[in-house]
């Protein structure tokens, strides 16, 4: 039987891990200094994506039976990527080596440093089942999917460059282009 974690080819990970009491604040601005444009997990190339969110306290509504107060903050990290969950934290450990020392270096519990066997052992036992997980192409990859954006925008930069052509002469662009 498949884990709830799995969607085809893809896997869904979240981990949960409670914030070092005093060092929320420092994790918090690394995370937010972290550019969009060159995330770390770029150097994981089967992540479709990925995530870390602080959760400071749960938000309560009037009417709740019970007041839950967290004992610490937590950080949560997700990631959607291709294949195995074993060999996905193998490269994180070893590709992710600085980075993951500032974010899980600031949780209880993470080893030092936070790198290797020791920070994938780390994450399996403060991971939590995904209940309901569905990949959008379950079976296709990252690789599959970048190919896909590509030959689209080649698709739109064609269909824009040859408005107006005869047929005959769309046709004859369209092979040289495409079927080389």
């Given amino acids: ?11 869904a990970f979240m981990a949960m891990t409670p914030i070092v009491q005093g060092e929320e604040s420092d994790l918090r ?6 550019p969009r444009s060159s ?15 602080i959760l400071e306290e749960f938000h309560h509504e009037a009417g709740q039976r019970r007041r839950e107060q ?7 990290f ?4 291709d ?5 996905y934290l193998d ?8 980075e993951a020392g500032e974010i899980w270096g600031r949780c209880y519990g993470c080893p030092r440093p936070a790198a290797g066997a020791p920070l994938k052992d780390y994450l399996l036992h403060n991971q939590i089942d995904t ?18 954006l590509d030959q689209r925008e080649r698709m739109i930069d064609f269909a824009v460059e040859t408005q107006g052509l005869t047929p005959n002469e769309l046709q004859r662009r369209f092979r040289q282009e495409f079927c080389p």
């Avoid at 039987?1 to 893809?10: H, K, L, P, V």
């Fill in 1 to 11: 039987m498949r884990s709830s974690n799995e969607s085809g080819q893809a896997y």
């Fill in 29 to 34: 601005s690394y995370l937010e200094g972290i």
């Fill in 39 to 53: 995330s770390p997990l770029a150097k994981l190339p089967r992540t479709h994506f990925a995530r870390w969110v």
């Fill in 91 to 98: 490269e994180l450990g070893e590709q992710l080596v600085e």
């Fill in 78 to 81: 997700t990631s959607n990527f």
């Fill in 70 to 76: 967290l004992k610490s903050q937590y950080l949560i």
């Fill in 83 to 87: 294949g195995p969950l074993d060999s």
């Fill in 131 to 148: 209940g309901l997980f569905f990949a959008a192409y379950a079976d296709a990859t990252v690789e599959r999917v970048v190919a896909s």
